[in-house]
Structures are given as structure tokens and as C-alpha cells.
């Protein structure tokens, strides 16, 4: 479970974040939705510590713990957390399979391990990520985005959190995505929180949306058969 309580943060006389009291659930798929600027990149950021808040706290309670812990004060979350925000998580002077080995490494696991792991992503790197002989950085945008993806879920971890996870990826591998999170959720019961542009993709994954202006929280959504797509529409439409 995740705890946000009376979280603010301001970039000058902007506020980009600031919500008094919000609970995501253990095995929710939250999707958080919102306009450019809304606070969704941010509020991301403040989860996982890499943005200090002006006040206020997040606190994680995940089920093979009991302990709540600050992400700010204590470092027991990162293993059970797994994150992509953009393509500065990557470490670009490595191949794919470097990458992998290493994110592995991190996570106590084997190079064999990590391999057969990436066998459930066949379908996924399409032929193009593995074998390539090529540095990241050298990867397109797309490739890139499956790497960063991919890494997230190789230690199978109980939360993961992802920003803008479909962008640059073709409408083939946004399908495969859509399917491969929701196998994920329902064989783990991990909690996932995606951020996304796309209403169709998010409405079509999540079991909850929380939608987002100038930083607050103005809907939560439960989303049971796509049944927040109306509200949403009625919402972007205005």
C-alpha cells in the first residue's frame, strides 16, 4: 500500500504537486492521467525520492513487510520497487544484455537467471534488442523504451511505477505492453502506477485512474470494464 499525505512541491510560484491524502492499494493498476504540466512526472519523482517535497510524506507498507517506510528516510523500498521514467535511467555506454546482467547483478540474480527472465520478453524486443551488437545509446527511441521497460520487470518486483511507458513504441508493441503488465499484475498481484497520454491504453489497463490538474488529485476513478472512459472523455473534451 502507498500512503500520500499533505505532499506538495513547488517550482517557484508554480505548484506542481499537492495532495492532501491519496491510498493506492496493493495490486492496483493506477493510471494517472492529466494534461501537460498536470504534475504526473513529478509526483513520480517524489515517490521514488529523486525530487526532495516542500512537505509532506509517501510512505510504502508492501506485503512481505510490515514496516511502512519513507522512501526520504529509509532504503528498504528499493527492493521491492522497479522504475522508468525516461532514458536517463538507462546506462547508454552498455549493450542490452549488459544492461540486463548488471540490473541483475544488482538484484542478486544469475546471468542465467536474467536469460531466462528474458525469455517471457521474445515477443516484446521483436527480434531488436538482443543479438544487435549495439551500444543503447545507439538503439532508436522505441528500443530504448523496451529496455527501460524491461529492466523494471526482470526481479519481478512488488511495485513498479512508469512514466509515459507506450511513448515511442509502434502500436504492435503498445498492444504487447498493454498484455505483458496486465499478465504481470494478475500472476503478482504487483502494484503498477503508469503515467500516459494515451486515455485509450490507460482506460484499457488500469483498474483505477486518477486524474490530475495542477497538481491535484480532482478525480479517482475506479475503472471496472473501462467504465471511467466516459468521465475522461467528457474531462479532455471540455
Known sequence: MITITDLQKRFG????????????????ILGLVGNNGAGKTTLF?????????DRGDVTFTFPNSE????????EEWKQYTDAYIDEGFLIDFLTPEEYFYFIGKVNGMSNKQVDEQ?????????GEVLGQKKLIRNLSA????????ISTLLNQPQLIILDEPFNFLDPTS??????LLAD?????HATILISSHNLAHTVDI?????LLEHGVIIRDLPNQGGSADAELEAYFNS
Not at 522505441?142 to 521497460?149: D, E, L, T
Not at 488500469?206 to 486518477?210: C, D, Y
Open 45 to 53: 519523482r517524489l515517490m521514488l525520492d529523486l525530487l526532495k517535497a
Open 206 to 210: 488500469s483498474s483505477r485512474i486518477a
Open 67 to 74: 514496516q511502512s517506510v519513507n522512501p526520504a528516510k529509509n
Open 118 to 126: 528474458l525469455m517471457q520478453f521474445e515477443h516484446f524486443m521483436n
Open 184 to 188: 504481470y499484475n494478475k500472476e503478482t
Open 13 to 28: 510560484e508554480k505548484t506542481a504537486v499537492d495532495i492532501d491524502n491519496f491510498i493506492i492499494n496493493d495490486g492496483d
Open 174 to 179: 503498445q498492444n504487447v505492453l498493454k498484455h
Open 142 to 149: 522505441g528500443n530504448k523504451q523496451k529496455v527501460g521497460i
